[in-house]
C-alpha cells in the first residue's frame, strides 16, 4: 500500500520551527487583539503549530488534505478541525483571529484562489478580526541554494529535499528513503507546487478587503507576513 506524505511529516519536520510559528502569532494577536479567543488556521497540516496554543484559545483548523485532517483529529481532540481548502470554505461561525503559516497560501493553484481566500476569510472573521498570513516572495526564485539537495539522517531513514524553478513555479521534491531492515530501504517521492505572485500584486488585493496593519520581510526577504484587520473595524 502506498503511503502518504502524513505518514512522514512528524518525524522529518522541526517541533522547534512550529513551536516559533505559534509563539510569533501569539505575540501578533497580544499586540493587536488581545482579547481574541477564538483562532483558525488555514493550512493546518498535521497540527504542529496549533497544539502549541495555550488552553485559553478556542482552536480549529482546515486543510486541503483529508488525511492531515484525519490526523489532527486523532490527535488534538481539543481542537476543531474541517476538510476543505483555504479559497472555499464556509464553516458558518465566526473568528476573531485567522492566520496562515508554513507559505501555505503559496500552495493555492493560481492567483483567484489568492482573491476567493481573502473573500473567505473576510466573511469569516468577526468584527475588529485579524488575518495573518505569510508568503514566499518573488526573491524565493532566485536563490541558488534552493536547487540545491540538502540530506538529513531521521529516525525513518534519509530524506533528500530539492527545490525546482519554472518560472513562478516552485516545485519541492521530498525523496524519503524509508529503512525498513538492515539494509534494505524504501523509497517514497512526494512532489509539492507553491506559485509565487509578485508581493505588490498580492499587496493591492488584499488593501481591497483588509487594513494592512503591518508587513515584514524576513528570511532575507524571501518571505513576508502580512498582518491585516477586517477593514472598517478599527
Same mark, same amino acid.
Given at each position: ?142 536563490? #541558488? ?8 539522517? #531521521? ?22 528513503? #524509508? ?14 507546487? #507553491? ?40
Amino acid at each position: 500500500m502506498k503511503k502518504h506524505f502524513v505518514d512522514f511529516w512528524e518525524n522529518i519536520t522541526s517541533l522547534d520551527k512550529a513551536k516559533q510559528r505559534a509563539e510569533k502569532i501569539i505575540q501578533i494577536i497580544e499586540k493587536y487583539h488581545n482579547q481574541a479567543i477564538k483562532l483558525l488556521e488555514l493550512g493546518v497540516g498535521i497540527g504542529v503549530v496549533l497544539k502549541n496554543f495555550p488552553e485559553k484559545y478556542f482552536i480549529s483548523g482546515l486543510d486541503i488534505e483529508k488525511e492531515y485532517i484525519e490526523y489532527c483529529k486523532r490527535n488534538f481532540p481539543r481542537a476543531k478541525f474541517y476538510h476543505s481548502s483555504m479559497h472555499d470554505f464556509n464553516l458558518k461561525e465566526k473568528y476573531e483571529v485567522i492566520f496562515s503559516v508554513y507559505d501555505s497560501i503559496n500552495f493555492l493553484s493560481n492567483f483567484e484562489q489568492w482573491t476567493a481566500t481573502f473573500l473567505c476569510v473576510e466573511k469569516h472573521l468577526s468584527e475588529k478580526g485579524l488575518f495573518i498570513f505569510d508568503m514566499y516572495t518573488e526573491k524565493i526564485l532566485s536563490d #541558488e541554494k534552493i536547487l540545491q539537495h540538502t540530506c538529513q539522517v #531521521e529516525s525513518i531513514g534519509y530524506s533528500i529535499d530539492r527545490g525546482i524553478v519554472n518560472n513562478n513555479l516552485l516545485e519541492w521534491e521530498v525523496i524519503i528513503f #524509508e529503512h525498513k531492515k538492515e539494509n534494505q530501504y524504501e523509497k517514497h517521492i512526494f512532489s509539492f507546487y #507553491e506559485r509565487i505572485f509578485p508581493t505588490s500584486k498580492v499587496e493591492n488585493e488584499l488593501s481591497k478587503y483588509f487594513d494592512i496593519i503591518e508587513k515584514e520581510l524576513y528570511e532575507e526577504d524571501k518571505k513576508i507576513r502580512f498582518i491585516c484587520r477586517k477593514k472598517g473595524t478599527v
